[in-house]
């Protein structure tokens, strides 16, 4: 358990949040690209045929 404590805390802040920030940017491009239509178009899709309606 020794790799735990390996990195000072603030690092290991800095770096959850540079992350979060990043991800969210990512997001918000996916988004003005117009993905989010073509991912929930999959996913229902997906679920119906899981169900068998689809």
């Known amino acids: ?3 735990i ?3 000072p805390t603030q690092i290991r802040i800095a770096t959850q949040a540079f992350l979060v920030v990043l991800s969210v940017v990512f997001i918000l491009i996916g988004a003005s690209r117009g993905e ?3 991912v929930f178009s999959k996913a229902i ?3 119906l045929e899981c169900v068998g309606i689809g």
Do not use: A, I, P, T
Request: hydrophobic share 35%; with cysteine; proline share 0%.
């Open 1 to 3: 358990m020794d790799f």
């Open 5 to 7: 404590n390996k990195y």
């Open 36 to 38: 989010v239509e073509s």
């Open 45 to 47: 899709r997906l679920c």
